[in-house]
């Protein structure tokens, strides 16, 4: 199974607005509007607070910084969207897909994790997960972070 292309600001003449449009249809495709599943589980999406008229999950997928209110558009994760609904479409079948439950102040998340790079998050919520956030693992403390986790995830289901 491959995986989608990259969209990159570059396939848009470097028109941020532009790029924004593209990137927001993905979103409204691959998880608005498409019946998105994770192992039969319906997964859904923050709507609340909607910012130009654009849900609060997409501004999470697409940028980066820990005051929402402050956050910036990351290229990188702007780029790897449509491959948030293949990673979670395709977590089971796909051998470069790690996929651990992670418990963190009281809350229960799945992560996928694709090639060790891209990481998606879903938190357990009543009868559907909540897609929290998807980046790009290129911080080497982050990845050994990671690593660990998993490693000891599936020690501990052995």
């Known amino acids: 199974m491959t995986p989608p292309r990259l969209i990159t600001l570059n396939d848009f003449g470097d028109l941020w607005e532009a790029y924004e449009a ?37 501004w ?3 940028s980066e910084g820990r ?9 990188r994760r702007c780029e790897r969207l449509p491959l948030i ?11 470069a897909i790690d ?9 229960l998340n799945w992560i996928l994790w694709y090639q060790e790079e891209y990481l998606v998050v879903l938190a357990q919520r ?16 982050r990845v050994r972070k990671f690593r660990r986790e998993r490693d000891s995830y599936h020690a501990g289901r052995r």
């Not at 005051?67 to 290229?75: A, K, Q, S, T, Y």
């Not at 956030?133 to 911080?139: L, N, P, Q, S, V």
Request: with cysteine.
């Open 126 to 141: 009543g009868g559907y997960l909540l897609l929290k956030t998807a980046f790009c693992t290129d911080r080497i403390h």
């Open 99 to 107: 996929v651990w439950e992670q418990e963190r102040e009281r809350e």
């Open 60 to 62: 999470h997928l697409i």
């Open 22 to 58: 593209a990137l927001y249809e993905v979103f409204e495709r691959d998880i608005i509007r498409h019946d998105l599943r994770f192992r039969g589980v319906p997964v859904r999406a923050r709507r609340v607070p909607e910012h130009n008229r654009k849900w609060a999950c997409f």
């Open 67 to 75: 005051v929402e209110d402050d956050r910036m558009p990351d290229l």
């Open 85 to 95: 609904r293949w990673v979670i479409e395709n977590a089971d079948a796909v051998a």
